[in-house]
């Protein structure tokens, strides 16, 4: 007898509490305020889009990377390009020494992918580059310099074609 009861008054019970809950979700977004749906003015990772990085200076759209941070980069890597260290065959590809089908596997906003070698930068150009933040680092991928999120290897921003600058 007891089994009959619990097995109607555990669903019932169930029903009640779910119907009696309140809409907590659809009252966020009306009670905040917020002029559209979509906005995405103040959104951490929207910085930079109106020309603004987060340090006060202006970035032409790239969320971290500044324009002495590109140029800094472009003299100290230009010569080593130039001077190829590449192999013949590759050297031919301008691809900054990567093998066929390896260049460019990687996108601004997403994970870097696992099979993507990456590099740690020379310890005078980090030094030159600055800090780039508490999680963050600083990577080689092919020619391009790449600042990705450590935890998730998220591709924040890059300095792209360091052997075509």
């Given at each position: 007898m007891q089994k009959i009861v619990l097995a109607f008054l555990a669903p019932a019970f169930a029903l009640s509490m779910f119907l009696s809950s309140p809409p907590v979700s659809a009252e966020k977004w009306r009670d905040e305020g917020h002029p559209g749906r979509h906005s995405h003015e103040g959104k951490k990772w929207n910085k930079g889009k109106d020309g603004k990085n987060h340090r006060g200076g202006t970035s032409h759209g790239h969320y971290y990377f500044d324009d002495r941070q590109r140029a800094i980069a472009h003299n100290y890597y230009a010569p080593r390009f130039q001077r190829g260290h590449c192999p013949p065959g590759l050297a031919k590809k301008y691809n900054g020494c990567m093998p066929p089908g390896q260049a460019k596997r990687w996108r601004t906003g997403y994970p870097l992918p696992r099979e993507v070698v990456f590099?740690?930068?020379?310890?005078?150009?980090?030094?030159?580059l600055g800090n780039p933040g508490p999680g963050y680092r600083y990577v080689r991928v092919a020619a391009d310099i790449l600042l990705i999120a450590m935890g998730t290897g998220m591709v924040i921003d890059a300095i792209q074609d360091l052997n075509g600058m």
């Open positions: 590099y740690d930068l020379p310890p005078v150009l980090l030094q030159q």
